[in-house]
């Protein structure tokens, strides 16, 4: 195995300590190194009828006050969750003076972005306008759109959880296979066993907003809701709350990557779309079979020989399942790895908490992770197990990774 290690470190996020602990006013019942699923013919069965089937969570797993959330698949300032405490305090944490002067984007008649008057020039870093991933203004996290690893395949699923994955979940669990999913606020409150599946099952859970707007339309206070209402929700359901999120159609800019930044949270792209959500709505099942087709291909014709793809697919319904199911053999066989974001990047530690991510390549820590994430300390490969890190500190202000001496003896005696 070919090993590269993330060598370019980016620049210190400044980001104000006090908003950086909001996660720690989060409640949850749930021991992310101990979940025991409820035995329920909805977390069971494989009839997506009877899986779909609405169930209220056992309370001492799982417990949702309705005023305490925004309605669910809409603005995450529904519901007057922007006038609440705990919103306003983090809220009036944040010093807006420094947030970039980037407008609300407009969307068209027919729904899209309205990119007719932006500039050429891409100041904005607008990646619905030029697939800009790498921040024009300082102080913002860098995208993620790639894994560094040669001939890897990025293995991310959007839109869950959903409550039909038992099937789609035993097979990636059968194959030995870690994900990174990105989850939904909206749907981790309706589908809470969904999420605490994935956690237990040792997939990286990743944000994926609270409900799936194009980010760069919304206000400052609205992105903000939208992060940190889903950032709660997933915290309540697996116990951990995520570094790492992804923008619903890849919409995000400098203004909202400003604003993830504030909350430690890094955007990861992707830079093939097999466009399986779109199965048999506007385009053919045969379609989206030739695109699989062609990214698997990929795997051994030399397009991955220096580095490695991720790959936007969905588990949104059962197509899209269906055709991961299918394809994921085809995938091992082509490439030589099929890794979660968290893996083929090295992130030692993907969440909030002291909670290590132990399923890494060689234990260098992401560089495009904030100032104020974990500095990386020394793993293993294993199965994806999560792991207590009982010495993990956090700072506001700096992170120290103990490998960048031996990245530095390294690379010294590469150039003598």
């Known amino acids: 195995m070919v090993f590269i290690l993330p060598i370019v470190l980016s620049a210190a996020a400044v980001v104000s300590a006090d908003t950086l602990k909001y996660y ?3 409640t949850t019942q749930i021991d992310p190194k101990n979940i025991t699923i409820p035995s329920i013919p909805q977390t069971t069965s494989l009839d997506p009828t009877t899986e779909c089937t609405y169930y209220n969570p056992d309370p001492s797993l799982f417990q949702v006050v309705g005023s305490e959330w925004p309605t669910i698949w809409q603005r995450a300032t529904t519901n007057g969750m922007n006038e609440t405490k705990e919103f306003k305090n983090l809220y009036n944490s944040i010093d807006w003076s420094k ?42 996290n860098e995208d993620i759109y790639y894994c560094p690893e040669p001939e890897t395949w990025g293995l991310t699923y959007d839109d869950g959880p959903n409550c039909s994955h038992n099937a789609f979940y035993d097979f990636l669990s059968e194959q030995k296979l870690k994900a990174t999913m990105f989850y939904i606020g909206s749907n981790v ?18 944000s994926h907003t609270w409900s799936h707007p194009q980010m760069t339309t919304l206000t400052n206070q609205e992105v ?27 919409d995000v800019d400098d203004r909202v990557r400003w604003i993830a ?35 698997i291909e990929m795997g051994s014709n030399g397009t991955y020989a220096d580095s490695g793809n991720i790959v936007l697919t969905h588990e949104i319904n059962n197509t899209t399942m269906s055709l991961a199911i299918e394809n994921l053999p085809k995938i091992m066989a082509s490439y ?45 490969q294993s199965n994806g197990t999560l792991a207590a890190q009982a010495n993990s500190p956090v700072s506001a202000g700096t992170t120290f990774s103990p490998n960048i001496a031996l990245i530095a003896v390294v690379l010294a005696s590469l150039i003598l």
């Open 189 to 206: 409150i309706d589908w809470p066993y969904g999420a605490m599946r994935g956690i237990k099952d040792g997939h990286h859970i990743a």
């Open 24 to 26: 720690q006013n989060f």
């Open 336 to 380: 030589k790895q099929v890794l979660s974001v968290a893996t083929c990047q090295n992130i030692s530690y993907p969440y909030f908490e002291d909670i290590e991510w132990t399923d890494v390549l060689n234990a260098t820590s992401n560089s495009n992770t904030t100032s104020n994430s974990n500095s990386s300390t020394t793993a293993t």
């Open 261 to 295: 930044t504030q909350l430690g949270l890094t955007a990861v792209i992707w830079d093939r779309d097999t466009n399986d959500w779109n199965a048999g709505v506007s385009v053919t099942v045969e379609t989206v079979e030739k695109t699989y087709e062609q990214f």
């Open 224 to 250: 903000l809701a939208e992060f940190y209402y889903t950032q709660k929700a997933i915290k309540l359901a697996t116990g951990v709350t995520p570094r790492y999120w992804r923008p619903p159609y890849g």
């Open 99 to 140: 947030a970039p002067n980037i407008p609300v984007r407009t969307l068209t008649a027919d729904g899209g972005l309205d990119t007719t008057n932006y500039n050429s020039s891409d100041p904005d870093c607008w990646w619905s306008a030029t697939t800009c991933t790498k921040p024009k203004i300082t102080d913002v």
